[in-house]
């Protein structure tokens, strides 16, 4: 998957892009790690029971210089994206999606298209 300026995680709605007031420190407060190569990354589980159990995640991955990003939701290991909106029994999974992608759009990472 390229990094791209708008990113619709599969079985959601909504298109985000990166907010034009978007700072390197609030990444940083938010808990992204930064790799070798400067991209900023964020792992986060979706088990609202624990956030230490292995299970479906969220990953975004942002540029260096804020030209692009990624987003998805992955199995426990990240390599496979899963549709998280399409099974009833996994709402809990969405409704702690919705919280950490609130918490993005009110810190200025994120924003609705």
Known sequence: MAFTKEVNVKGDNVIYTLNANIKKYTLLDLGF???????????????????????????????PDFSGFKMSTTTANGMQS????????????????????????????LAKK
């Open 33 to 63: 790690t930064t790799k070798n190569n400067g991209t900023f990354v964020l792992e986060r589980s979706l088990d609202s029971t624990s956030p230490f159990n292995q299970g479906i995640k969220l990953k975004i991955m942002i540029k």
């Open 82 to 109: 899963v549709n998280i909106f399409s099974r009833e029994q996994d709402a809990p999974l969405v409704e702690q999606y919705h919280f950490l992608i609130q918490e993005l759009l009110e810190r200025e990472v």
